[in-house]
């Protein structure tokens, strides 16, 4: 059975860093664009960032632009968002997604696989 699974989220406070790591179990996703996405309470889930199969060309949010940076390691199958100057906003639980495509992509119906989400809190 496939299965990714996050980790590395945690509470903090408004300025610091983290950095979410998603290892997939299962089968490889070395030719799958990744993403993660987000979920606040009372919101819809939102795109965050997404990466190519081979980790040269991604995109971003308008929102986490400039603060995230997505990147990925296909021979650990592990994708990873590290996270600056976080902001109380950047509150969530955070999923990563494997997506049906092998480059980057915004849209949650381009994903086939999702984590069950690791929760970050972001305090002012």
């Known amino acids: 059975q496939v299965q990714l699974v996050e980790s590395g989220g945690g509470l903090v406070q408004a300025g610091d860093s983290l950095r979410l790591s998603c290892a997939a179990a299962?089968?490889?996703?070395?030719?799958?664009?990744m993403g993660w996405f987000r979920q606040a309470p009372g919101k819809e889930r939102e795109f965050v960032a997404s990466i190519s199969w081979s980790g040269d060309t991604s995109a971003y949010a308008d929102s986490v632009k400039a603060r995230f940076t997505i990147s990925r390691d296909n021979a650990k199958n592990t994708v990873y968002l590290q996270m600056n100057n976080l902001k109380p906003e950047d509150t969530a639980v955070y999923y990563c997604?494997?997506?049906?495509?092998?480059?980057?992509?915004?849209?949650?119906?381009?994903?086939?696989?999702w984590g069950q989400g690791t929760q970050v809190t972001v305090s002012s």
């Open positions: 997604a494997a997506s049906r495509w092998r480059l980057p992509a915004r849209s949650l119906t381009a994903y086939t696989n």
């Open positions: 299962g089968r490889t996703f070395s030719s799958d664009a």
